[in-house]
């Protein structure tokens, strides 16, 4: 965290580092000097508050603030100002208001052109929608009355004690709860003995948390949590979903996701899941049971995600996977060519809420999900597992419906888990064809570029130190094939021009029906495959179809 003690009371520009452009009395005046030191920076206006701890207070949205909260006392509380201490810009930005609310709200909004919405009018509580005039995206600022009758009964009704802490428009800091000491301690503790009791989804949010601040859960905490595990099934799904995708989304998520184990949670709010920490597997698979194995393909996501950003993956991800160097040297040259194409596709949403790259994770997650019940044992005691990946989509259907998943999330994460083994097979033939490559793509749509990526993170996980070296080559060209196929020839081997239509189909004598449908799926695959080019072989290969149909009748 930067010191800002030295500009106490006055206004800075700040780089996107948090470093100090410039210096003023005023916002103009620190605007100008900071442009003047770094012309090319795209600088933040901020007053550092003038008594410790020298918070970096952003004129926007704080400062804009000021006017409308004369008639009435406001103050900036939860996890902005605990961001604020961290060095961390806020992402959330909540207000509590001494009364009114609502109003204030709506003044705000109404002024800086932003939108109003009501949230709850009988608990006085509701939001103003702006545009960041640095970012250019919408920020929500949240307002709510007093609950408690008193800012200082408020903010002990709260969850932690470090999101228990309040600042006034001048920057003063209020802290009746001890927040800032656990920040120096780096620990999540509960501000009553009865926080849990009154929010149970408390109990996944203090797991959360501390995996993204990378805090730990303070001692008393933790066995109060211990204690009211079994009140986790009375939470809503609509409250238990956010959390568990911002447990996957904070890295290293197997980190996370054993503590909620070991603790009871994980198999309350994802039972399908715990359960395989008993589902046995032999050779050639790493690891003895199959939730080990789940969470090595989490890592391995996670790792194979930080070689295409350019960075180390983090030591616990790699050794967890246990795969040897060479093969994650391999890996990255092999994705190299396609780097820039699978960051952008990564990045794309699938929901407001999870992009594709959420979604790997709930991929690695579920795709072996399904062994539990698909699990035999042959005469030479060797497990296996057939037609598991199908059992792993309908246990992702059941549970992404429980948490009330939007529906392209489930589509996406149950498509991304029956596939999961398509590279295998693919691999195992001499090449990869271009019908092949069609054909892949027509059965997993946008989802086949990460059904790639979790294939390729899956294979690492199950053979760990013992992969080979010539196996892992054919994997490797089987997977760039697929991906030269989505980034570089998808006009060519994926979704071809169509040549003819069904309205030309039938002006060649094929009648409307199912058989026109399969007969233009032919086509495009042929077409595909390099098997036809133009519009006159097309019709050659509709004649020529039309005459097999008719001498199978005759």
């Known amino acids: 965290m930067q010191d800002y003690s030295l500009y106490a009371g006055c206004w800075v520009a700040l780089d996107e580092d948090g470093s100090v452009a410039g210096v003023g009395a005023t916002p103009e005046e620190a605007g100008r000097a900071g442009r003047l030191a770094r012309p090319k920076a795209r600088l933040q206006l901020a007053r550092i508050t003038p008594q410790a701890p020298y918070l970096a207070l952003p004129q926007w949205p704080l400062a804009l603030l000021r006017p409308f909260s004369a008639d009435r006392r406001v103050w900036l509380v939860g996890g902005a100002v605990r961001d604020l201490l961290?060095?961390?810009?806020?992402?959330?930005?909540?207000?509590?208001?001494?009364?009114?609310?609502?109003?204030?709200?709506?003044?705000?909004?109404?002024?800086?052109?932003g939108a109003y919405v009501l949230l709850d009018a009988e608990?006085?509580?509701?939001?103003?929608?702006?545009?960041?005039?640095?970012?250019?995206?919408?920020?929500?600022?949240?307002?709510?009355?007093?609950?408690?009758?008193?800012?200082?009964?408020?903010?002990?009704?709260?969850?932690?004690?470090?999101?228990?802490?309040?600042?006034?428009?001048?920057?003063?800091?209020?802290?009746?709860?001890?927040?800032?000491?656990?920040?120096?301690?780096?620990?999540?503790?509960?501000?009553?003995?009865?926080s849990f009791t009154q929010d149970p989804a408390r109990l996944l949010r203090a797991v959360r948390t501390a995996a993204e601040l990378g805090f730990?859960?303070?001692?008393?905490?933790?066995?109060?949590?211990?204690?009211?595990v079994p009140a986790i099934e009375t939470v809503a799904a609509e409250r238990i979903r956010p959390e568990l995708l911002r447990i996957l989304q904070a890295e290293p998520a197997t980190t996370t996701l054993r503590q909620l184990e070991q603790l009871g949670l994980l198999a309350r709010v994802l039972p399908e899941i715990a359960?395989?920490?008993?589902?046995?597997?032999?050779?050639?698979?790493?690891?003895?049971?199959?939730?080990?194995?789940?969470?090595?393909?989490?890592?391995?996501?996670?790792?194979?995600?930080?070689?295409?950003r350019g960075r180390e993956p983090l030591p616990t991800q790699t050794r967890e996977v246990a795969a040897p160097s060479w093969a994650w040297t391999s890996l990255q040259a092999a994705l190299l060519p396609h780097q820039t194409a699978l960051l952008a596709y990564l990045v794309e949403p699938v929901t407001h809420e999870a992009t594709r790259a959420d979604l790997l994770r709930w991929g690695a997650l579920f795709h072996d999900a399904g062994k539990a019940s698909a699990r035999t044992v042959d005469a030479q005691g060797l497990t296996h597992f057939y037609g598991h990946?199908?059992?792993?989509?309908?246990?992702?259907?059941?549970?992404?419906?429980?948490?009330?998943?939007?529906?392209?999330?489930?589509?996406?994460?149950?498509?991304?888990?029956?596939?999961?083994m398509r590279l295998t097979t693919l691999s195992d033939a001499p090449e990869v064809t271009r019908r092949a490559v069609y054909r892949f793509f027509r059965d997993t749509?946008?989802?086949?570029?990460?059904?790639?990526?979790?294939?390729?993170?899956?294979?690492?996980?199950?053979?760990?130190?013992?992969?080979?070296?010539?196996?892992?080559?054919?994997?490797?060209?089987?997977?760039?094939?697929?991906?030269?196929?989505?980034?570089?020839?998808?006009?060519?081997?994926?979704?071809?021009?169509?040549?003819?239509?069904?309205?030309?189909?039938?002006?060649?004598?094929?009648?409307?029906?199912?058989?026109?449908?399969?007969?233009?799926?032919?086509?495009r695959e042929a077409q595909a495959a390099g098997e036809i080019q133009t519009r006159e072989e097309a019709e050659a290969f509709v004649r020529a179809a039309r005459e097999a149909t008719a001498a199978a009748g005759a």
Request: proline letters at 6%; aromatic letters at 6%; charged letters at 20%.
């Open 275 to 308: 359960a395989l920490r008993q589902v046995s597997q032999s050779a050639p698979h790493h690891y003895a049971n199959v939730l080990d194995h789940s969470y090595a393909v989490i890592s391995a996501t996670e790792a194979l995600q930080a070689h295409l």
């Open 86 to 113: 961290l060095g961390r810009p806020p992402h959330d930005w909540d207000f509590a208001v001494e009364r009114d609310a609502a109003g204030l709200a709506r003044r705000v909004a109404n002024a800086l052109g």
């Open 445 to 523: 749509g946008d989802v086949g570029v990460a059904v790639v990526l979790l294939s390729l993170a899956d294979i690492l996980a199950v053979f760990g130190p013992r992969l080979e070296r010539e196996y892992w080559q054919r994997v490797l060209r089987s997977a760039g094939a697929l991906l030269a196929g989505a980034f570089t020839r998808s006009e060519t081997v994926i979704a071809p021009p169509r040549l003819l239509n069904g309205h030309d189909l039938q002006a060649l004598g094929i009648p409307p029906g199912p058989a026109l449908g399969a007969l233009l799926e032919q086509l």
């Open 123 to 194: 608990r006085d509580t509701a939001r103003a929608i702006l545009e960041d005039p640095l970012s250019r995206t919408p920020v929500t600022l949240d307002f709510a009355s007093l609950r408690e009758g008193t800012l200082e009964r408020d903010l002990f009704a709260r969850d932690f004690t470090l999101n228990a802490m309040a600042l006034t428009p001048e920057g003063e800091l209020l802290d009746p709860t001890g927040g800032q000491r656990d920040l120096a301690a780096r620990c999540v503790r509960v501000t009553t003995p009865a």
């Open 389 to 420: 990946n199908a059992q792993s989509e309908t246990l992702v259907q059941e549970r992404f419906t429980a948490l009330r998943f939007a529906a392209r999330a489930q589509h996406f994460v149950g498509t991304l888990v029956n596939a999961h």
């Open 216 to 228: 730990h859960i303070e001692p008393q905490t933790l066995a109060l949590l211990r204690r009211h």
